[in-house]
């Protein structure tokens, strides 16, 4: 009896997905010294994995290349196209500073942008990074501005936002 409820478990297991749902974190803090974003942008290492290989980034362990320069300037350049912050009409383009892959599964990319004015206390911003290979992605963005926090959430039917600071 043990052995079918054993074997009753592995083929279910083995039909169910590893997740339904699809999620990134954006934390972004203004340094009003440097007129600039410090970022954290969290999500799936496995999920980031696959779609750098499906854009034609081959990569196996997001971790075996924290140090590769050429791989951490593909990933940048990735990062840019799935995460945009704009005031007015300046556009603060994203320096990767660096990566790390921890032992749950998740990576944080940590980012600084250009020098960027707020106009008018606006910030646009679209993220909508990994939607167009995972159909069911959602992401949230956290941003801390003179003292209060602002968040807003992306889904693949609303891609970008206005948060007035």
């Avoid at 990074?129 to 069911?136: R, T, V």
């Amino acid at each position: 009896m043990k052995l079918m409820l054993l074997i009753s478990l592995l083929f279910s297991a083995a039909g169910s997905y590893a997740h339904d749902y699809f999620f990134a974190f954006a934390e972004l803090d203004y340094n009003s010294t440097e007129k600039c974003f410090e970022i954290t942008l969290e999500g799936s290492a496995h999920d980031v994995e696959d779609v750098l290989n499906e854009t034609g980034i081959p990569i196996k362990e997001l971790e075996d290349h924290s140090t590769d320069q050429t791989m951490l300037a593909k990933i940048e350049s990735f990062i840019n196209t799935g995460f945009t912050l704009n005031s007015g009409n300046a556009t603060a383009n994203l320096k990767l500073i660096g990566m790390e892959v921890k032992t749950n599964g998740m990576v944080y990319f940590y980012l600084k942008s250009h020098p960027l004015d707020i106009l008018d206390n606006k910030v646009t911003i679209r993220f909508d990074w990994l939607m167009d290979q995972l159909p069911q992605q959602q992401n949230k963005v956290t941003i801390r501005y003179n003292n209060q926090k602002h968040t807003a959430v992306f889904l693949p039917t609303k891609r970008s936002e206005i948060i007035e600071l």
